[in-house]
């Protein structure tokens, strides 16, 4: 008698390069329009070491560079850490009206802490 196999393949899927994290904290945006700088907000969805998901009310075009910080608030933390990147908008999904894009963020480099010392103060 043969035994059975538990094990069930799925579909070929692209595999990401790096894993993701569901976080939702603030993201400040400076997005680089040609000659202009415009800033948005928006939160994130998922981040991961070098790219994030992001939910915005303003459209984004795919390709269009942008800077961005994530600003992470908890009880255990004492104070805000903020943490910084660069990148290309990859993907632009729209989603009800009302809830405005979801917008995928791919960074050529690591998303990095600033430094509490060099950190802006809110004075």
């Known amino acids: 008698m043969e035994k059975p196999n538990y094990l069930v393949q799925s579909s070929p899927s692209k595999e990401r390069k790096h ?12 997005v680089h329009f ?12 998922n981040i991961s070491i070098c790219g994030l998901l992001l939910e ?5 075009p795919q390709h269009t560079p942008v800077s961005f910080v994530v600003t992470v608030e908890g009880r ?20 009800p009206v009302e809830e405005g894009f979801a917008i995928a ?3 050529q480099w690591p998303i990095t802490q600033i430094d509490a010392d060099l950190a802006p103060t809110g004075s």
Do not use: H
Request: hydrophobic content about 40%; glycine content about 10%; overall charge positive.
């Open 19 to 30: 894993r993701r994290f569901c976080l939702r904290y603030p993201v400040r945006l400076k």
């Open 34 to 45: 040609s000659d202009l700088m415009v800033e948005f907000e928006g939160v994130s969805a």
């Open 56 to 60: 915005t009310l303003s459209l984004i």
């Open 76 to 95: 255990g933390l004492g104070r805000p850490i903020q943490f910084v990147g660069e990148g290309t908008v990859v993907r632009v999904d729209p989603k």
């Open 105 to 107: 963020v791919e960074c």
